[in-house]
């Protein structure tokens, strides 16, 4: 059976090892008007400024991802209080404070994602680039990133597979495939600075 096409970037399904898992987060700061949409799903990155922005998908990016975004709160500029799926490009928040979203942010963290490519067992412990981590559904709030099947390497990279999704609906070898990642180039488990 076809796998189907249903993109949604990273979502958390358990940790690694035998830890209690609580897919719990942590609240991380947004300017006021900043021009990126961080769609729910989306990796994200500290900025210089302690602030967040969504991480740069490419093989070999230095970019140390923090954790994946999973909606924010805010006030608008006309003082009414906003609990969205994702962040608005540009958004002004009143007085300028700064919004608060929510980030999957454990480094032991897993996350379900889907292959672009034909991905199948030979893929677990490869190391892979994001593609399309800038997209998303400004309806949904939904990212629509997925891993890059063709980058698969045994270098470093941004995402790790940890295994093929268990689901009788998931085809292992066909395109569109679902597997469960580790984030492997996690600011938290990097010793240099932002």
Known sequence: MANTDAARGLVPVKKLGNGYETAGFSTYKVA?????????????????????????????????IVGVAGGVHYVDSNGKPKWSNYWPSGTVTQGTVAAELKVYDDPDQL???????????????????????????????????????????????????????????????????????????????NLAGI
């Open 32 to 64: 006021s008007g900043h021009a990126q949409n961080l769609f729910n799903g989306q990796a994200v990155e500290l900025k210089a400024d302690g602030t967040i922005q969504r991480a740069t998908d490419g093989g070999g990016n230095s970019a140390k």
């Open 111 to 189: 996350f379900i994602v889907q292959s672009d490519g034909a991905s199948d067992q030979t893929a677990v412990g490869a190391n892979a680039p994001m593609v399309g981590n800038a997209n998303g559904s400004t309806t949904s709030g939904i990212s629509s990133m997925e891993l890059d099947h063709t980058g698969l390497t045994n270098g470093s990279d941004q995402l790790r597979v940890v295994d093929i999704l268990d689901d009788p609906n998931n085809t292992a070898g066909s395109i569109h495939v679902k597997l469960i990642v580790r984030i492997n180039m996690h600011a938290y488990t």
